[in-house]
């Protein structure tokens, strides 16, 4: 039922609090509430924290418990957790919150655009598949060809006008 | 003689510039540059020389004189000792009174053809209580000198919305701000109808968005002279036509549409170089579900 537990190395995302957005590793557990946390790599420094205020991340480092400061950042450079944490799903659903909090005026309209540009080609697509599906009639196969062309195609074209006002973000 | 000639002309010449010094020594025929510099040294001598009287007025105890103040005046001569400042300039332009009167040409038959009319009448009306004088009062200015704001996140090219008038919901480029302190601001016009109009700082949201106007020209003639709007109320006492003011239909003067273009080209280059901004300036803001105007960032 549970898969990520409260262990020694455990790398935790800190939700609220003065270093809320930042990650954490457990060095060691002081009582029911509380733990022992450092994060030399995200700017906390060695310090008791609530459990309450922590999530807890896939990643698990390897050091002994109340190790010190120079082992801690050591484990977190051999394995890379930054850049493991800018990979998941979980930090890029962040960063797009940030992202669309922070859009101008002129940005929602750019938006607004891709959005209606996607929405027009997928539509369009569909229409011209279940024509396709209704002119054959009611064979099991073809229809099932058709499922699954626009969802491998939804993907591919939800990228390009997502890419599109992210980057004119990114230029602005 | 010429030479006696010369100075007597130097005389209210070199007098006019110099009337403090009052030399009434004559000197005859000396160069000019001589003359000037023994009738200064004739005046300043004499100032020199000039001594003054003891007090006329013996003390009897500290603060007390033996003569009274009358008595003084006969005693100093005052009677014959009465200066007064030399006319100033602005003396001598105030003795020219204005005129008291004017004559007007009167109309009709046998009527003399004119009148002679005072220009400043006697008023008509004296009210029975004086108007107590005001206090003065400190720091209430006229409407034309109040300072003017500007808020800091509108600069010239930043795109705006409109929140109401009949442009409401439109986004419109900011040109300047005009003396009055209301905003200058253009569509513009092609892209949504919206001319070179003013806008009041308040009732505008101001968008991040800037377009470049560094190099844009506004003619100088835009004030707010020229988009006051113009009222023209004189009903002649015709009782037929009191509803049919002269400025019922506002038209567009060809002024108006050769200002608005020579400003709306230059602006409309810098445009074309954002890439969707001309439908985004085109396009009206509105707010729908969800949305909530101290949430958005602008």
Known sequence: ?172 | MAGEKAPGEKKPGEKAPGEKKRSKKKTGEKKPAEQKASQKEAGEKKKKVKKYHCSRNPVLARGIGRYSRSAMYARKALYKRKYTAPETKIEKKKKEKPRATITKPVGGDKNGGSRVVKIRKMPRYYPTEDVPRKLLSHGKKPFCEHKRRLRASITPGTVLILLTGRHRGKRVVFLKQLATGLLLVTGPLVINRVPLRRAHQKFVIATSTKVDISGVKIPKHLTDAYFKKKRLRKPKHQEGEIFDTEKEKYEITEQRKSDQKAVDSQILAQIKKVPQLRGYLRSTFCLSNGVYPHKLVF
């Open chain 1, 1 to 172: 039922v549970f898969k990520r537990f409260v262990e020694i190395g455990r790398v935790a995302f800190i939700s609220f609090g003065p270093h809320a957005g930042k990650l954490v590793a457990i060095v060691d557990v002081i009582d029911q509430n509380r733990a022992l946390v450092d994060g030399p790599c995200s700017g906390v420094r060695r310090q008791a924290m609530p459990f309450k205020c922590m999530q807890l991340t896939d990643f698990v480092l390897k050091f002994p418990h109340s190790a010190r400061q120079k082992c801690v950042r050591l484990a977190w450079q051999k394995e890379n957790i930054n850049e493991k944490w800018a990979a998941t799903r979980w930090a890029k659903k962040i960063e797009a919150r940030e992202k669309k909090a922070k859009m101008t005026d002129f940005d929602r309209y750019k938006v607004m655009k891709a959005k209606k540009m996607r929405n027009r080609i997928i539509k369009h697509e569909m229409k011209k598949l279940q024509k396709l599906s209704s002119k054959k009639g009611k064979k099991p196969e073809k229809s099932e060809k058709p499922e699954k062309a626009p969802k491998s195609e939804k993907p591919g074209k939800a990228q390009k006008p997502e890419k599109v006002p992210k980057a004119q973000k990114a230029q602005k």
